[in-house]
């Protein structure tokens, strides 16, 4: 289980997570919306401890990060450990062919030995759909297949959590649905997820708890059923109806 309680992030006087409350139970997807700035990214940053938080606390399963009092960089690598990120861009090394780019942090992390994460590497990339394109650099493949590749390689370090930053803000329209369909299946196999998207087809979907943010708070949560039937809150109604004009 993840559990954020009482968040809060600021940098200078800009206050960007404001008293942040969630649980994310083990094996459930819950799918985060909002405008532009609401904090949507820094609080996955700050779930991956990319962005250390100013207060509150971060726990998941029996590992608890408190920023009320010093977090070592020890503690902080070992928490990191249990989540896996997908960023909007693909990040990959350039250098690197696609089971390379997966291998790397079985290898370096972990101390995996080479043999043992490129076979763990390459189930990956099958998994993804991608077994025909191990040995393809980055270059040559197409946007949809470098996240895949994203998305194999978090998997790689076996995470707890899973997070998604918008991972297919960057795609063409006709890639989006590849990507979109891993995560299905992720989903499917119980793989705790936390995803910021506006892909709100992906959240109706697979969803089992949407939550919109506005002004670095939590403005209202529920079932994908009731948030996008009967949103309770004005704000939320103006939001969701601008999506689907």
Same mark, same amino acid.
């Given at each position: 289980?993840?559990?954020?309680?009482?968040?809060?992030?600021?940098?200078?006087?800009?206050?960007?997570?404001?008293?942040?409350?969630?649980?994310?139970?083990?094996?459930?997807?819950?799918?985060?919306?909002?405008?532009?700035?609401?904090?949507?990214?820094?609080?996955?940053?700050?779930?991956?401890?990319?962005?250390?938080?100013?207060?509150?606390?971060?726990?998941?399963?029996?590992?608890?990060?408190?920023?009320?009092?010093?977090?070592?960089?020890?503690?902080?690598?070992?928490?990191? !450990?249990?989540?896996?990120?997908?960023?909007?861009?693909?990040?990959?090394?350039?250098?690197?062919?696609? /089971?390379?780019?997966?291998?790397?942090?079985?290898?370096?992390?972990?101390?995996?030995?080479?043999?043992?994460? %490129?076979?763990?590497?390459?189930?990956?990339?099958? !998994?993804?759909?991608?077994?025909?394109?191990?040995?393809?650099?980055?270059?040559?493949?197409?946007?949809?297949?470098?996240? %895949?590749?994203? /998305?194999? %390689?978090?998997? +790689?370090?076996?995470?707890?959590?899973?997070?998604?930053?918008?991972?297919?803000? +960057?795609?063409?329209?006709?890639?989006?649905?590849?990507?979109?369909?891993?995560?299905?299946?992720? +989903?499917?196999?119980?793989?705790?997820?936390?995803?910021?998207?506006?892909?709100?087809?992906?959240?109706?979907?697979?969803?089992?708890?949407?939550?919109?943010?506005?002004?670095?708070?939590?403005?209202?949560?529920?079932?994908?059923?009731?948030?996008?039937?009967?949103?309770?809150?004005?704000?939320?109604?103006?939001?969701?109806?601008?999506?689907?004009?």
């Amino acid at each position: 289980m993840l559990s954020i309680n009482n968040l809060h992030k600021q940098f200078g006087d800009l206050v960007v997570l404001n008293g942040i409350d969630l649980k994310v139970e083990t094996g459930k997807v819950v799918v985060v919306i909002g405008p532009s700035g609401s904090g949507k990214t820094t609080l996955l940053r700050c779930l991956n401890v990319l962005e250390t938080p100013n207060q509150g606390e971060l726990q998941i399963n029996n590992q608890t990060l408190d920023f009320s009092t010093k977090v070592t960089k020890k503690n902080i690598q070992s928490f990191r !450990k249990q989540t896996g990120m997908v960023f909007q861009t693909y990040n990959l090394f350039p250098h690197k062919t696609a /089971i390379e780019n997966v291998m790397e942090g079985p290898v370096i992390v972990q101390n995996i030995k080479k043999q043992k994460a %490129r076979e763990k590497a390459r189930q990956l990339l099958e !998994k993804v759909g991608l077994g025909d394109k191990m040995d393809y650099y980055p270059f040559q493949l197409s946007g949809g297949q470098q996240q %895949r590749v994203g /998305i194999a %390689r978090a998997l +790689a370090m076996e995470p707890e959590v899973m997070l998604f930053d918008e991972p297919t803000s +960057a795609l063409d329209p006709e890639l989006i649905g590849e990507v979109l369909q891993v995560m299905k299946e992720l +989903a499917e196999e119980g793989m705790t997820m936390v995803v910021v998207t506006h892909e709100m087809g992906f959240a109706r979907d697979v969803a089992d708890e949407v939550i919109f943010m506005e002004g670095g708070h939590i403005v209202e949560h529920g079932h994908p059923s009731e948030m996008f039937s009967h949103p309770s809150n004005e704000r939320t109604k103006e939001f969701l109806n601008l999506l689907s004009e």
